[in-house]
């Protein structure tokens, strides 16, 4: 019998099949391989005991790809969700988290929420930043069901993983789609024990035929992928365009003298917020390279 793995904890995996959704222990052979099964795998069981729903995970079927943070198989795409307020978005945390799914070449959309509590021109100075780099952005109120349609709809026949921070309402989201949809059933509820805590483990839920949703843990901080400082400006996309108005051939568009991407910092084309962090992010990744070797 084939499934998906739905859900990943302690060791226990839980897959919906055909039949309902197993409890599952991965068989010893994953372990000798080092593999290990995702949250989104799709895979091939044994049932062990049908009235108990219980079984073993036998094989992993191929992968179109396989997310490192957050552990995810099988992502169509990836919405990165903060709040406009409460807490406030923080440009650093969320342009990280643009850059891992950038590198492991996740489409993604951004989604900022509570705009019934932000300050308009605040919401439009954060929706500017990254429509100029070139981002779909959606503004929304997930409390209020403003613009949540459209979040819906672009989540439809996909496989989309959801990161953010703790209190962005990823949660309230989450239970509007599965009430739009009624998705959730007394079987699922039981077996995975959903509901009685915030999320802790990542694990998709079904919003539809084909359509999941795969949230994630709440992040406070997410460390940069490992890459060669020079790499960086390849996920910085609006460097691109200024990039021919610099001198110098490989341009870090840190120090060196008439640089294009610097010029345009200065001249407002480029957002200060954006560039600072590109400075803060490749002096990390040079500290990084220092202890590596």
């Known amino acids: 019998m084939t499934g998906r793995i739905i859900k990943g904890i302690a060791g226990f995996y839980y897959v919906a099949a055909d039949r309902g959704v197993y409890e ?19 895979v091939e069981i044994e049932v062990i005991d049908e009235a108990d729903r219980t079984a073993n995970v036998v094989r992993i079927l191929p992968r179109k790809n396989s997310l490192i943070r957050p552990q995810v198989a099988n992502a169509d795409q990836a919405m990165v969700f903060f709040a406009l307020k409460s807490p406030n978005p923080e440009s650093g945390l969320l342009d990280r988290f643009l850059i891992s799914m950038e590198k492991q070449r996740i489409p993604v959309f951004i989604c900022f929420n509570k705009r019934d509590i932000a300050d308009s021109a605040e919401a439009s100075h954060w929706r500017d930043i990254y429509t100029s780099c ?23 026949g996909k496989t989309t993983v959801v990161a953010g921070p703790s209190g962005a309402g990823k949660s309230t989201l989450t239970n509007l789609m599965q009430d739009e949809v009624h998705m959730e059933t ?4 039981r077996k995975l024990g959903r509901g009685k805590n915030t999320t802790r483990h990542s694990e998709l839920i079904a919003l ?22 020079e790499e960086l400006q390849r996920y910085f996309p609006e460097f691109e365009q200024y990039e021919p108005y610099c001198r110098f051939q490989g341009c870090s568009h840190i120090r060196e003298p008439d640089c294009g991407v610097r010029d345009a910092v200065e001249n ?17 990744l040079r500290e990084m390279k220092k202890r590596r070797y």
Do not use: H, W
């Open 134 to 156: 070139g981002y779909d952005v959606l503004l929304i109120s997930a409390e209020r069901q403003e613009g949540t349609e459209e979040v819906i709809r672009r989540l439809k």
């Open 186 to 189: 007394g079987e699922l509820s």
């Open 24 to 42: 599952c222990r991965a068989k010893g052979i994953f372990r000798k391989e080092k593999r290990k099964p995702l949250v989104g795998d799709r």
């Open 268 to 284: 407002g084309k480029i957002f200060r917020e954006r560039y600072d962090n590109y400075c803060r992010f490749y002096e990390e």
């Open 208 to 229: 539809g035929e084909d359509t999941y949703f795969c949230d994630t843990p709440g992040f406070t901080s997410l460390d940069l992928p490992e890459m060669e400082p």
